[in-house]
DNA sequence: ACCGGAAGGA
DNA sequence: TCCTTCCGGT
């Protein structure tokens, strides 16, 4: 038979490297030796590392918006998971089938209007790892959600990276690691099973990586208070650039070195406390400007060690629901890439104008030959929210959920703080942001990380931050 | 092409 | 639990 049943085709490579907690993932998106039996590499696992190898691009890549990814050639993926997973007849009916499957668990949804098209989704992905960046309580962001009429619940807001380097400044990076999970050392287990941050392209930094360079990636080419219904607003100080973006070298599956993580560097740039987040050789690394160590590199960025790595049992990702909304519409094409309005990182660096098959060698696959990929047949912007209905309280009685049991929010203010602190260089005028929300659905999750004694363990976040917010601006008023 | 229900397997 | 297989429907 032709099963090869190669375990190894795209089999991550056990290297463990710097640790980078990168993204905690959902028990039932990557079960733990401790499963026996059950460590079958999932779909979107092999799609994501599909995505990454270079020799793929042809049968299935990254395009459109952070997270969006066409497939090529759906009957070439299909054969490919197929081999992986033992099953010679599988096609591609029955892949979208299983890919179908995700989007009840909101890993992936449909790019509606365009063919093949699907888009990750993990924005609280980053959000439980990274409270540090839970903007879905930030004021900020808050005061731009006007764009999508108030809809968004708080903990579906999305975490982008432009959202993040415009919170921080970028910097080089120091650390990387070749395997797509890696093993946190201080957290063997179930729970030690994370998902490199810089796995995601879409969450590294702005810069999108592709493996072909987006030609349009014009940072803020588009209107805001249309593509940015997230709350997010690219068009804000200390922006992102979306150069470099090096092409995936081939045989490197997983190179974070070609997905940098905004947060390390940034981290390694601010005070305390988040200084001394980082291990101290990455901060050296980054405070030198470390490109990583590849001659000729365009400075990296990679993850934040974050302390206590997030053992999370289960990360309801962001949305992306299928519902209604998510059926293919017919043409509405606005001329201009879906911009962003995909949950999943609702950011709107359309990627509009890269062409699947053109430009850059790319070949042109059976599909796209059979077809025709269709090419920004509409703007994303408008349906491509999607399900927000359980974005709010199934955390709260997840059964995995083992930070919930965490003391106090201790943690949570510690980063909180320093995250407000950071904000004021970016942050609105107060008077412009709006009350502080509620309560975080994710409230449950902090840090493991013990907070520290000096801060008070019951800190509200958004008041919290307003109140860092306010002093913010009355020093910065003091300045002028 | 895409959807989701249903049944079943490992 | 995560698909795989099948299928009727849109």
């Not at 449909?110 to 093949?116: A, L, Q, S």
């Not at 590294?204 to 593509?227: E, Q, T």
């Not at 997010?232 to 470099?244: D, I």
């Not at 289960?314 to 606005?334: A, F, S």
Request: one cysteine or more.
């Amino acid at each position: 038979m032709d099963c090869n049943c190669v375990s190894d085709l795209l089999l991550t490579p056990p290297v463990p490297t710097l640790w980078t907690p990168g993204i905690a993932f959902p028990d039932w998106a990557y079960k733990p030796e401790s499963s026996p039996g059950s460590r079958q590499i999932q779909l979107w696992h092999f799609i994501l590392e599909l995505l990454q190898k270079e020799e793929y691009q042809g049968v299935i890549a990254w395009q459109g918006d952070y997270g969006e990814f066409v497939i090529k050639d759906p009957d070439e993926v299909a054969r490919l998971w197929g081999i992986r997973k033992c099953k010679p007849h599988m096609n591609y009916d029955k892949l979208s089938r299983a890919l179908r499957y995700y989007y009840n668990k909101r890993i992936l949804h449909k790019t509606k209007g365009k063919r093949f098209t699907y888009k990750f989704n993990f924005s609280k992905v980053v959000l439980v790892n990274y409270p540090l960046l839970d903007m879905a309580n930030s004021p900020f962001l808050l005061a731009q959600n006007h764009f999508n009429g108030g809809a968004a619940t708080p903990d579906c807001s999305p975490v982008t990276p432009e959202a993040l380097q415009s919170l921080f400044p970028r910097l080089p990076e120091s650390g990387r690691g070749p395997s797509l999970f890696e093993r946190s050392a201080g957290a063997p287990g179930p729970d030690g099973d994370k998902l490199r941050l810089d796995t995601f392209p879409f969450l590294g930094s702005g810069a999108p990586c592709y493996s072909k360079p987006p030609s349009l990636l014009g940072p803020y080419p588009r209107n805001p208070s249309f593509d940015y219904p997230w709350g997010f607003n690219p068009y804000l100080p200390g922006a992102f650039s979306l150069n470099n973006c090096p092409k995936l070298p081939p045989g490197s599956l997983y190179s974070s070195h070609f997905y940098p993580n905004p947060l390390h560097s940034s981290l390694s740039q601010l005070p305390h406390p988040f200084s001394s987040l980082l291990p101290p050789g990455d901060t050296t690394g980054a405070e030198r400007g470390q490109t990583g160590g590849t001659n000729g590199q365009p400075p990296r960025l990679c993850i934040p060690p974050y302390p206590g790595s997030v053992p999370l049992g289960r990360t309801e990702l962001g949305n992306g629901g299928t519902g209604v909304g998510d059926r293919e519409r017919g043409e509405t094409n606005t001329g201009v890439t879906g911009g962003g309005l995909g949950l999943g990182l609702g950011l709107g660096l359309g990627l509009g104008g890269l062409s699947v098959g053109s430009g850059g060698g790319g070949r042109q696959s059976p599909s796209e030959r059979r077809k025709g990929v269709k090419q920004d047949p509409e703007s994303d912007s408008e349906l491509e929210i999607t399900d927000l209905s359980d974005c709010s309280s199934e955390n709260e009685n997840e059964p995995d959920f083992s930070l919930g049991k965490e003391p106090g929010l201790g943690g949570r203010s510690h980063l909180l703080e320093a995250k407000s602190r950071a904000l004021g260089g970016v942050l609105p005028p107060l008077s412009s942001l709006p009350p502080p929300v509620s309560p975080h659905p994710l409230k449950s999750l902090v840090p493991l990380t013990p907070p520290p004694s000096s801060l008070p363990p019951s800190l509200s976040p958004s008041p919290s931050m307003v109140d860092r917010h306010r002093e913010t601006e009355k020093l910065k008023l003091a300045h002028s």
